[in-house]
């Protein structure tokens, strides 16, 4: 768990792929594969891929998710695929200015 | 599991098979090896190759051979390999594993190394893997640990030999720092000459499984063992045959194949070299397209373990004569054990690099008959994608 690090609500959290970690692009979302555990994930919709690819360009998730015009209602089911992300290594909290 | 079955743009589980030269001459080997094929790819076209499945992002390699690191230029490859964001995962009997090579292995990230056992003794092992190797396999595997190189493997192909050795393979691993991985004896290759004697019982199949069900956590299995999901609950990882999919094999020469256990014409794909490159090969041939396409199942549709054993494995049905669309031979139902007892034509070799002439540590494998040789695994006594811990979110 990365409970510990990241601010009690994922939306309001910065985060980042970690380091290591590639995504590919595939005709249903992408993969994600973490070269130091060998993990592999499948991110299941381009929605999602999207996303993930531009965490790393965005303060916030909820930011994030309204620039790849994903809808309100769906933030829910994304934060919980974001913080089980980061519960696998694939993407991790990142440090802001702001903060 | 949908996206898996209409295929991927590219190979998750990629085999390349760097030659078919090869030190020992295994009884069982998938790929007959012993002999370099001269028409065996150059080091730059094999960087040629790396270069495209760095550009396809093929994450990881699986190399083997044949004995890979027998060719002259496999460090340098390796170090290509890595350098171009392919990790490797190689195959070895450990013959040149030497504690400088075991050191270098140590300091170089994304390399994982498989060293081959068949037997947790001398005795079992020499039998099918030619004498000495046992000895050389575990020189290896010490000179690796010794190096700090973590988390070597320590690969097995269970066989009705070695069922009753799973604990004792366990520790091993175990006492060098090792994983385990376990995986299936299919009838490829040298192998459907050895499948009947060796392929285990029904009785250790059902070993096996309890085994892994209560090992699985720390026991890797390349996934192959899903046809004995029908036994009871699933074992972990992808619970269908993934050739064409999200499995294939580049041979030496660059012939492209759905699966390295299915090295034979049927099964050939195309060429990196004569037909465009393999992301070609691999997106647009017509067997991968067609082994992407819904499949018949025949009988196994009917029945109740088919969500989780899909009939099986294809290479295990096609060269021991099964229909393709019918029951796995070691199927749980006993199905396969039916169908293996009536009419059938196993098929030719389409290749063979085996040896014409045997060594002098050439195993000598004489079958010996009725009753197992090793003791039955005692009561209670592999993700996919060997070592992968594979999630969907
Ligand atoms: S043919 Fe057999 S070994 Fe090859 S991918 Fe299918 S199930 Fe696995
Ligand atoms: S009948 Fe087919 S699906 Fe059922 S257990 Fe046997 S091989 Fe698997």
Redesign the interface.
Known sequence: MVAGLVASDPLAQSWELAPGV?L??????A?A?H??????????TPE?ATVVRSLGDHPDLRTALAAAHVEPRYWNAYSK?LV??AD?GMIRPRETSSV | MGQFELGLDAPICLTWELTYACNLSCVHCLSSSGRRDPRELSTAQAEAVIDELQRMQVFYVNIGGGEPTVRPDFWHLLDYSVAHQVGVKFSTNGVRLTPDRASQLARTDYVDVQVSLDGATAQVNDRVRGAGSYVTALRALDNLAEAGFGNAKISVVVTRENAGQLDDFKRLADDRGATLRLTRLRPSGRGADVWDELHPTMAQQRELYSWLLANGENVLTGDSFFHLAGFGESLPGLNLCGAGRVVCLIDPIGDVYACPFAIHENFLAGNVLHDGGFAKVWRESELFTDLRSPQTSGACTKCQHFDACRGGCMAAKFFTGLPLDGPDPECVQGYGEAALAGDRVVPAASQDHSRTAPTKSAPVFVPLGVGPVAPPVHACAESPLAGLALETV
């Open positions: 590639a590919r692009p595939e005709p249903f979302g993969l594969y070269f130091g555990t060998r993990r592999l994930t499948f991110l299941k999602l695929a089980a992300l696998a």
